[in-house]
């Protein structure tokens, strides 16, 4: 098994790499949606179950160079809060810069492991997209920004997970995996298992969909109303 602080290593330089041309290489993703391969479709539906209204605080972990910035601005207007935090400096920098082009006054960026991020108290949303896989402790995560949430809050994730039809040598296939940090250390470590477990133990009407064969998945669920400021430890 890797150790986690070089895995985490190997994220930060591989994504300090990665940030300059990040968001064209994402974007290129879009011309396989006749393939039913929709980054860009999944990331919309994600940041539609926020449900988020003007003034909210929403919380995007792993939000690397601010891609769901422009939809989170959108749907919480000018007057409310978009936090982003995220491992790489690198990607934080060109949040920075997208934000500053569009006088996004109301983003702050903070550069954190997300199993370690302080969340702010009474938080009305967190969305992590394509980001908890590459995590070391998805669970701690999950657990973190439940806590934080206020009561009817809602938890968001778009992630990638591995099919249990699928065996791991069709990793070589999908070969491009590897450059984003997903080893078979961390397919085998199921790190969506981990994720969906913990939203069912803590949240209410918890969903899950699966996208394209079951390599992608969009989970959400809300913190109850009974319940504000408990701690929800993960085992």
Request: charged letters at 20%; hydrophobic letters at 45%; glycine letters at 6%.
């Amino acid at each position: 098994m890797v150790d986690a602080s070089n895995h985490k290593q190997e994220i930060i330089e591989a994504y300090r790499q990665r940030a300059p041309n990040y968001d064209l290489a994402v974007r290129l993703f879009d011309i396989f949606t006749w393939l039913g391969f929709d980054i860009s479709g999944w990331r919309l539906q994600a940041i539609s179950e926020l449900n988020l209204k003007d003034g909210d605080i929403v919380v995007d972990v792993g939000c690397g160079t601010g891609l769901n910035f422009p939809l989170l601005y959108q749907a919480a207007g000018p007057h409310g809060l978009i936090i982003g935090a995220d491992l790489s400096d690198a990607m934080l920098t060109q949040a920075r810069k997208t934000a500053e082009a569009n006088h996004w006054a109301n983003v702050q960026l903070e550069c954190a492991d997300a199993s370690q991020f302080k969340f702010p108290p009474r938080v009305d949303a967190v969305l992590s997209t394509y980001a908890l896989t590459l995590v070391s402790d998805p669970g701690r995560v999950v657990s973190n920004a439940i806590e934080a949430l206020a009561p009817g809050g809602r938890l968001v994730v778009l992630d990638m997970a591995w099919p249990r039809y699928c065996p791991l040598w069709w990793r070589h296939i999908l070969f491009f995996l590897r450059s984003y940090g997903v080893t078979t250390d961390v397919l085998r470590r199921c790190p969506w298992e981990t994720v969906h477990r913990a939203m069912e133990d803590h949240l209410s009407n918890v969903t899950r969909r699966k996208f394209w064969f079951g390599f992608f998945y969009l989970a959400s669920g809300a913190a109850p109303h009974s319940v504000s400021g408990a701690a929800y430890p993960y085992p």
